[in-house]
């Protein structure tokens, strides 16, 4: 596994809650933490979701992550038009000699 | 706080060995694990590998025949070689940091990025 799957796209209205997946296997989300970058357009991708379910500080509260067995899930709540954004999944993957695994991203549209 | 700032070339010839450098502002330099990391225009992102203060580094195995990193510690500088480019290395590349003390407990994730630098593969 050279991507960890996730929906090209999402989207909803101003308000509503949405959720991205990402899908993993036992070398990767199954056995090690799983992170989430939000990357707004034109800009780097910063840290929005740490081990698995945590924020950073500044990360606000309607961002909220979960993790079961081989698969994760963002969720935004209250969703605003600056949330507009690719979203990536990220995990170490056990497998070969070791490496980070991301997701292949998901574009979240805000209606 | 860190910051992180690529330079180097805009723009390499296919078979040419793509070089970039990352130079870090930060005063706990020798506390972090520096990556690199690619975004092909329109892409998801991809994890090339990352360094150590120490010099050891682990790379994507992928990429791990063509890629090799290094640091400056006295000029705080991470650079980036990789080998052999073709059109599908066109990318902007990205460093990034890692606390150590989190890779060594098996947190891998990226809390300060670079803007990313463009890196264009033509004759």
């Known amino acids: 596994q050279s991507v960890l799957p996730q929906p090209p796209s999402a989207s909803g209205t101003p308000g509503q809650r949405v959720t991205i997946s990402c899908s993993g296997t036992?070398?990767?989300?199954?056995?090690?933490?799983v992170y989430w970058y939000q990357q707004l357009p034109g800009t780097a991708p910063r840290l929005l979701i740490y081990?698995?379910?945590q924020r950073p500080s500044g990360v606000s509260d309607r961002f909220s992550a979960s993790k079961s067995g081989t698969s994760a899930s963002l969720a935004i709540s209250g969703l605003r038009s600056e949330d507009e954004a690719d979203y990536y999944c990220?995990?170490?993957?056990?497998?070969?000699?070791?490496?980070?695994?991301f997701g292949g991203g998901t574009k979240l549209t805000v209606l | 706080q860190v910051q992180l700032q690529e330079s180097g070339p805009g723009l390499v010839k296919p078979s040419e060995t793509l070089s970039l450098t990352c130079s870090v502002s930060?005063?706990?330099?020798?506390?972090?694990?520096w990556s690199w990391i690619r975004q092909p225009p329109g892409k998801g992102l991809e994890w090339i590998g990352f360094?150590?203060?120490?010099?050891?580094?682990n790379y994507n195995p992928s990429l791990q025949s063509r890629v090799s990193l290094s640091i400056d510690t006295s000029k705080k500088q991470i650079s980036l070689k990789l080998s052999s480019v073709t059109a599908a290395d066109m990318a902007v590349y990205f460093c990034?940091?890692?606390?150590?003390?989190?890779?060594?407990?098996?947190?891998?994730?990226?809390?300060?990025w670079s803007q990313g630098t463009l890196v264009t593969v033509s004759s």
């Open positions: 360094i150590r203060y120490s010099g050891l580094a």
């Open positions: 990034a940091s890692t606390p150590y003390k989190d890779i060594v407990t098996g947190y891998y994730y990226f809390d300060n």
């Open positions: 990220a995990a170490w993957d056990g497998s070969l000699s070791g490496h980070v695994i």
């Open positions: 081990r698995n379910n």
């Open positions: 036992t070398s990767n989300i199954g056995t090690n933490y």
């Open positions: 930060a005063d706990s330099f020798s506390t972090y694990t």
